[in-house]
């Protein structure tokens, strides 16, 4: 840890991508704030400091192994995929990358620990789950394709925006869920896209996601699909009176995702060509979430 600099830290650990956990978070404070109307600040921070830190922790494992298999050595590098390029940069950095790793993670369950204890044992499944995703993701969940389609979207959605809302009102609801849903499916989407750049350097490693086991043309087809789940969940919800009708908001994205799921489908084989796709694609998932939070924050205040 000596030779590392607080930049390295932060490249190794993807800073720019560290946004989603928040706003992840703030969807599931949101959700909760409508139905309690108040909010506990001290819990809020330490849910947020967890979800971060959990973030951060699954991108270092992520570089850290990929960099001690080989893997980061053979990928087409973009800026949304193919990791950092810290690691075979600087291979010193190494050690450093595996402690951030950990550190990060018994931050995670530090945090976890508390809000275990403030807000109830419902929260443990959830907890446990995602200790589960960051341990695995790397090494095995990669190598079962449809695990490891759901499993980003499942962290992020499901553990992530439900976790927030029963550690600040000990229960859960509807809303809960389908606030969750919208997330589930776009960062599923999004790590879905941004596998496609590393297709051959991934199949050679022994991983077997969509875009290997599928191809690129078809794993493009389950990518609007989940495109679609997004949506379709949001009007669901509010259909059904989990979600107030001021989260209609998020479907002023829609336009974006009609851009990047053409561009996906008929860029999927011309990389360079895609990485713009991939750029709207991240813009669309952060994008859609905060509307999401924004529209439920509207509907308290209204």
Do not use: K
């Not at 706003?23 to 506990?40: F, P």
């Not at 951060?56 to 192994?65: G, I, K, R, T």
């Not at 949506?231 to 990047?260: E, H």
Request: aromatic share 8%; glycine share 10%.
């Amino acid at each position: 840890m000596s030779r590392a600099t607080l930049p390295d830290l932060l490249r190794i650990a993807r800073a720019p991508f560290l946004l989603l956990g928040p706003i992840a978070v703030g969807v599931g404070a949101a959700a909760a704030w409508l139905d309690l109307g108040g909010l506990d600040p001290l819990r809020l921070a330490v849910i947020l400091l967890g979800a971060v830190a959990a973030h951060v922790s699954v991108n270092a494992f992520n570089e850290y192994q990929d960099f001690r298999s080989g893997l980061d050595l053979h990928t087409q590098r973009t800026p949304f995929s193919g990791g950092s390029g810290a690691l075979p940069e600087r291979p010193e950095l190494a050690p450093a990358a595996r402690a951030l790793a950990w550190g990060a993670l018994l931050v995670t369950v530090a945090c976890g620990l508390y809000l275990l204890r403030v807000a109830g044992p419902g929260l443990l499944p959830l907890g446990l789950g995602g200790l589960a995703l960051v341990l695995l993701y790397t090494r095995w969940i990669n190598r079962l394709p449809l695990l490891c389609l759901i499993a980003p979207g499942t962290g992020f959605g499901l553990f992530m925006v439900m976790g927030t809302y029963y550690a600040l009102t000990g229960h859960f609801t509807d809303t809960a869920l389908f606030a969750a849903l919208p997330v589930f499916f776009l960062v599923n989407g999004l790590l879905l896209l941004n596998q496609f750049p590393d297709v051959e350097p991934d199949a050679a490693a022994g991983r077997r996601h969509l875009p290997i086991t599928l191809g690129r043309r078809r794993a493009a087809q389950v990518f609007g699909a989940l495109l679609a789940g997004a949506y379709l969940s949001l009007l669901a919800g509010v259909w059904l009176q989990a979600l107030p009708r001021t989260t209609l908001l998020a479907l002023l994205t829609l336009p974006l995702a009609l851009s990047v799921w053409r561009g996906a489908r008929r860029r999927a084989e011309q990389i360079p060509a895609l990485v713009p796709v991939l750029g709207r694609n991240v813009a669309l998932t952060l994008a859609t979430p905060l509307l999401l939070g924004i529209g439920m924050t509207l509907a308290h205040l209204a």
